[in-house]
Antibody, heavy 119, light 105 residues
Framework: DVQLVESGGGLVQPGGSLRLSCSASGFTVSNTYMTWVRQVPGKGLEWVSIIYPGGNTYYADSVKGRFTVSRDNSNNTVYLHMNSLRPEDTAVYSC?????????????WGQGTLVTVSS | IQMTQSPSSLSASVGDRVTITCRASQFIHKYVNWYQHKPGQAPKLLIYAASTIQVGVPSRFSGSGSGTEFTLTISGLQPEDFASYFCQQSYTTVFTFGPGTRVDI
């Protein structure tokens, strides 16, 4: 079965850091476009970042320079390193797999992990 | 690219035909995907590339459109279809999502 499981969320103070993990099973993350999205409860989804099979990475303007996406092929896991966190980064963060590298339709999503940035 | 959806919510009955519209703020060809989302569950991919149905999705779901206007149609609403639906554009690397449409009984 194809599955994604996120972990690493929690409460962090403004200016702090956190690393989220997205552990995959049933497929290989190194061959797949992997995306992070976030959702503030009660609001819409916001795309955060993507890592390509070739290693290219892209970020939303709101997190550029603060967040970094990476991949550990040996653990079949994708990470989101979040620095200089702000209260507006508070959200449920989910990872998703692109079914197609052209249309980036997400056919597998994790359940998400909650990040709360507050003093 | 901004994605808007209408309506934001609707009430329908089992057997009804339901149409949800998604509009893009600029041309996105057919780079639109549709999802179903139920509380406490991960979103489920229904339609990709505007009109291609994902494997395993019932044929009562269909998508159409190109350019800036897209529709998701459910032909013959079933009890398990009461959920939220949202669109996503992937024309640019900065993917954006519609705000969602809640389908209630």
């Amino acid at each position: 079965d194809v599955q994604l499981v996120e972990s690493g969320g929690g409460l962090v103070q403004p200016g702090g850091s956190l690393r989220l993990s997205c552990s995959a099973s049933g497929f290989t993350v190194s061959n797949t476009y992997m995306t992070w999205v976030r959702q503030v409860p009660g609001k819409g989804l916001e795309w955060v970042s993507i890592i390509y099979p070739g290693g290219n990475t892209y970020y939303a303007d709101s997190v550029k320079g603060r967040f970094t996406v990476s991949r550990d092929n040996s653990n079949n896991t994708v990470y989101l390193h979040m620095n200089s966190l702000r209260p507006e980064d508070t959200a449920v963060y989910s990872c998703a797999r692109s079914h197609s590298g052209i249309f980036h339709d997400f056919d597998c999503w994790g359940q998400g992990t909650l990040v709360t940035v507050s003093s | 690219i901004q994605m808007t959806q209408s309506p934001s919510s609707l009430s329908a009955s089992v057997g009804d035909r339901v149409t949800i519209t998604c509009r893009a703020s600029q041309f996105i060809h057919k780079y639109v995907n549709w999802y179903q989302h139920k509380p406490g569950q991960a979103p489920k991919l229904l339609i990709y590339a505007a009109s291609t149905i994902q494997v395993g999705v019932p044929s009562r779901f269909s998508g159409s459109g190109s350019g800036t206007e897209f529709t998701l149609t459910i032909s013959g609403l079933q009890p398990e279809d009461f959920a939220s639906y949202f669109c996503q554009q992937s024309y640019t690397t900065v993917f954006t999502f519609g705000p969602g449409t809640r389908v209630d009984i």
